[in-house]
């Protein structure tokens, strides 16, 4: 794989967190976020480690798409398909695209929509936060269209992120991830949203004294200690299946009855 070159639009918490695992694999990473952010994303280069300068600012996605084999979208869900309409068309003819979103379907839509017939498309989503190593933790790869030959070289490139490989299609992905992660990060937002109104931290509740009551508790103030945009995409992809969520629960209410 000599002179394959990776390429990173977002340079968010996951974006970086690429760029260092694909960078420590040998390979060069050019990263690029808002043309806007250009000179602080160069700063933030300079202080990570690179020490043999394989992570590459660039101005922006024309720069990134124009000459890289595998080219990572890391933008939120809600923003990716303005992103893809704006850099699609300058990705290198036979690159492979993907994407790192929570949600396929708009994300995949999009590439269909933006990028030639000649562009590969091989997304994928790392099933943990950017705080966590890649290695051991879930990876969902989604095959879109690709070449047998390029998508060997995209699961030969991935596979330096260590993380155990889950072959899924974006529709059953998209289903697996409502009914897990939607529905359980909303469930301790509510009860955050809950100990809020009620005025007390849950720790210093006797109410919530009992082990299960602190996993609760940890959990809840894991994901209040992400980032909000991740849970925008989620609540996209929520709403594609909330008719089916308040059928089988009203269901489950009949039951009960």
């Given at each position: 794989m000599?002179?394959?070159?990776?390429?990173?639009?977002?340079?968010g918490d996951m974006?970086?967190?690429?760029?260092?695992k694909?960078s420590g694999?040998?390979?060069?990473?050019n990263?690029c976020?808002?043309?806007?952010e250009?000179e602080n994303?160069?700063l933030?280069i300079s202080?990570?480690?690179?020490p043999?300068n394989?992570?590459?600012?660039?101005?922006?996605?024309?720069a990134?798409?124009?000459?890289?084999?595998?080219?990572i979208?890391?933008?939120?869900?809600?923003?990716i398909?303005?992103?893809v309409?704006?850099?699609g068309k300058a990705?290198?003819?036979g690159?492979?695209?993907?994407?790192?979103?929570?949600?396929k379907?708009?994300?995949i839509?999009?590439?269909n929509?933006?990028?030639?017939?000649?562009?590969n498309?091989v997304?994928?989503?790392?099933?943990?936060?950017?705080?966590?190593?890649?290695?051991g933790?879930?990876?969902?790869?989604i095959?879109?269209?690709a070449s047998?030959?390029?998508?060997e070289?995209?699961?030969?490139?991935?596979?330096?992120l260590?993380?155990?490989?889950?072959?899924?299609?974006?529709?059953?992905?998209d289903?697996?991830?409502?009914?897990?992660?939607?529905a359980?990060h909303?469930c301790?937002?509510?009860?955050g949203?809950?100990?809020?109104?009620?005025?007390?931290?849950?720790?210093?509740?006797?109410?919530?004294?009992?082990?299960?009551?602190?996993?609760?508790?940890s959990?809840?103030?894991?994901?209040?200690?992400s980032?909000?945009h991740?849970y925008?995409?989620?609540i996209?992809?929520?709403?594609?299946?909330?008719?089916n969520f308040?059928?089988?629960l009203?269901?489950d209410?009949l039951?009960r009855l």
């Amino acid at each position: 794989m000599d002179g394959i070159e990776i390429g990173i639009i977002g340079a968010g918490d996951m974006g970086l967190l690429y760029a260092r695992k694909f960078s420590g694999a040998g390979f060069r990473v050019n990263i690029c976020d808002r043309p806007e952010e250009f000179e602080n994303l160069k700063l933030k280069i300079s202080q990570m480690s690179n020490p043999d300068n394989l992570i590459c600012p660039l101005e922006d996605g024309y720069a990134v798409s124009r000459r890289s084999d595998y080219i990572i979208y890391s933008v939120e869900a809600y923003n990716i398909s303005a992103v893809v309409k704006l850099y699609g068309k300058a990705t290198k003819m036979g690159a492979i695209v993907g994407g790192q979103t929570s949600v396929k379907r708009p994300e995949i839509e999009a590439f269909n929509k933006y990028l030639y017939d000649d562009v590969n498309i091989v997304s994928i989503h790392s099933l943990h936060g950017p705080r966590s190593d890649t290695k051991g933790q879930t990876l969902a790869v989604i095959r879109v269209r690709a070449s047998d030959e390029k998508f060997e070289l995209a699961i030969n490139i991935l596979k330096c992120l260590e993380s155990e490989m889950l072959f899924i299609g974006a529709e059953e992905h998209d289903k697996i991830t409502a009914n897990t992660q939607a529905a359980t990060h909303i469930c301790y937002l509510s009860l955050g949203t809950a100990w809020k109104s009620q005025g007390y931290y849950p720790w210093e509740n006797p109410m919530f004294s009992h082990n299960i009551d602190n996993v609760k508790i940890s959990i809840a103030l894991h994901i209040y200690g992400s980032k909000s945009h991740v849970y925008s995409g989620k609540i996209l992809l929520y709403n594609n299946y909330s008719s089916n969520f308040h059928r089988l629960l009203i269901f489950d209410i009949l039951q009960r009855l």
